[in-house]
C-alpha cells in the first residue's frame, strides 16, 4: 500500500504512527504526504540538534525519510498560518526492520525512548533509572551495573552491515561513556543498542513487532 495525501495537522502525529505499526506487517510500504513543516523537520533532524526527538528516532529507524520541499501558506485556502512541507518516506519492512533492531521489541524501545526524550536535559544515566528499577524490580546496584557497564557487543546483523557499507549500522555502536551523553546525541541505531543493554533480547528473526505500539505517541518530545 502506498499513501498519498495531506495529513490533518493536529493528528498528523498519530496518522505517521500508524503507519510505523502498519509497516510491522508490511502493509504499507511508502507514503507521501504533506504536513506542518516543523513536524517535518523533527522527522529528519539530524543528532545534536534541539529538532531531533522521539519522531525522529522512530522514523530514521523504520523508513528512508526525506523533506522535499517547503510549502508556503500561501497555496492553500483557507491560509494556514504556519509553512508546510512535503516528505517522503519509503518503509523499510518488517524484514529488514528485525535485522535493525537486532531482537529488541519496539515497545521496550518505545519505554527507552519515552524516558529519556521526557528529560531530554537530563544524561541518559539520569533519565533512565526509574525505567531500570522497574525493570529490575528495585534492584540498585543492578541498575548501577547497567548504568556502569559498557555496551554489547554489535549483533551479527550490524557487523553485516557495516561490512556491507549501511549507513544506519555504521553509526549504531555506543560510545563507552553512553550513560553521560544527553538523548539528542544518540542516533537511532545507538538507540537500539542501548535498548539491547536494558532489555536482553532474543532471535531477531523470531520477534513479534507488535501490533500497536507507536500509536499515541506525541510528537514534541
Not at 123 to 150: A, F, P, Q, Y
Not at 198 to 219: A, N, Q
Request: net charge positive.
Amino acid at each position: 500500500l502506498s499513501i498519498i495525501g495531506n495529513l490533518p495537522y493536529y493528528i498528523t502525529s498519530q496518522i505517521l504512527f500508524s503507519l510505523a505499526d502498519a509497516s510491522h506487517f508490511n502493509a504499507v510500504r511508502s507514503a507521501t504526504v504533506t504536513m506542518q513543516y516543523e513536524v517535518g523537520e523533527r522527522i529528519v533532524a539530524k543528532t545534536s540538534t534541539k529538532q531531533y526527538g522521539i519522531l525522529s528516532v522512530v522514523f530514521q529507524l523504520y523508513a528512508d525519510c526525506k523533506l522535499h520541499f517547503k510549502i508556503p501558506p500561501t497555496v492553500f485556502y483557507p491560509q494556514p498560518k504556519v509553512d508546510s512541507a512535503l516528505l517522503g518516506f519509503h518503509f523499510i519492512g518488517p524484514n529488514q526492520l528485525r535485522s535493525r533492531l537486532c531482537g529488541v521489541s519496539p515497545s521496550d524501545l518505545r519505554r527507552v525512548l519515552t524516558a529519556t526524550f521526557q528529560q531530554r536535559r537530563k544524561t541518559v544515566r539520569n533519565s533512565l533509572k526509574k525505567l531500570l528499577l522497574d525493570v529490575h524490580g528495585g534492584d540498585k546496584e543492578k541498575v548501577n551495573s547497567i548504568l556502569d557497564s559498557d555496551p554489547l557487543p554489535l549483533s551479527k546483523e550490524t557487523l553485516q552491515a557495516i561490512e556491507n557499507g549501511d549507513a544506519f549500522a555504521m553509526a549504531a555502536e555506543l560510545p563507552k561513556n553512553w550513560s553521560k551523553k544527553r538523548p539528542e546525541e544518540l542516533s537511532p541505531g545507538q538507540f537500539v543498542e542501548l535498548t539491547r543493554l536494558i532489555f536482553p533480547g532474543g532471535d531477531s528473526s523470531e520477534k513479534s513487532l507488535g501490533r500497536k505500539v507507536w500509536r499515541k505517541m506525541k510528537h514534541g518530545n
